[in-house]
């Protein structure tokens, strides 16, 4: 362990190194203001300050700092010290990645593709994101990747989008990761290919990628290039879950009414089908209709059932709509306006 001392030398030397970028930054030295504007905006050697920050970028970046152009257009873009202006954000991403900015390259073409502050502009935006993806930048080489896999500015080209994830995943893009592990499992014929699949879902989902968690719950289940195991899979269900992976919650649902993995506990299925009903999961919401209709895990409760089939029926779900219509006969006049009531009361819960 460092000595107490430690942490108030690094402070001081930190303040100083303020002081002395204040000199240079207000001399007109563009990386001097550019790394004044990173330490106010972070806060890292003096009180942070977004809008001062934002000050200073704008003084390096009408220098022409490549840098402090994209910070400045990220601010704009998300509102950190200035009102949010998607229009001027493009304006500096545009400008710094004109210099050949990787970071600013890909940015504007996010903004091509979503259609923020400029038309929306698929081929624009794989234009840039192509040019931000040759300088080897992860973030740009996962756009392009994507868009090579839905054919969006691009023909669809599988083969060039698993070579473009492929060298994001390699520096550790995590949604690179996830999506790599997803084409590759797509056309997964070999046990060799369903491995590969495996290692990237794995790498992603120790990264924390929810889906990728769940996906590589679903290899674990099936035994498609990997040993089948019930409980490891449950486990990376259980960890989606916990943070309001709906698809995981309803699984893990379904996997504790069936003992797979875990031991049957028709309580825990319940208490998961809710938790992703909540959230309009229309499976989910069909599954805790059907424990309410037997009592199982739940009470008995056919008030409750109507409502969770007429949820995921107006949802467009046919199986749901017949449960209810069965219902709908069977419930006193004091029963379906109780039902009702729940209905209209509804709202989704969304992850915050």
Known sequence: MKSPWFGKLFQRAAQKDIVQLRQRAGAGDAEAQYQLALRLGTGH??????????EWFRRAAEQGHAEAQNALGLCYDEGTGVPRDAAQADLWYRKAAEQGHAGAQNNLGLSFRKGEGVPKDLE??????????EQGYPDAEYSLGLAYARGEGVLQDRARAVKW??????????????????????KAEKKAEF????????????QGHLDAMYYLALLHSDGSGMAENFVEAASWLQQAAEQFHAQAQFELGRRHMAGLGVPPNPTEGAKWFRRAADQGHQPAQVQLGRCYLEGKGVPLDLTRAYRWFFLAARAGD???GMERDKLTGALTGEQMSEAKARIAAFTPKRPV
């Open 45 to 54: 050697g003096t009180a942070p300050n977004h809008e001062e920050a934002v």
């Open 124 to 133: 624009e935006a794989a234009r840039w994101f192509r040019l931000a993806a």
């Open 165 to 186: 994830l492929h060298k994001a995943a390699e520096q550790g893009e995590v949604n690179a990761m996830h999506r790599l592990a997803r084409e590759l499992h797509k």
């Open 195 to 206: 491995r590969e699949a495996g290692r990237w879902y794995r790498a992603a989902a120790d």
């Open 318 to 320: 046919k199986d749901a």
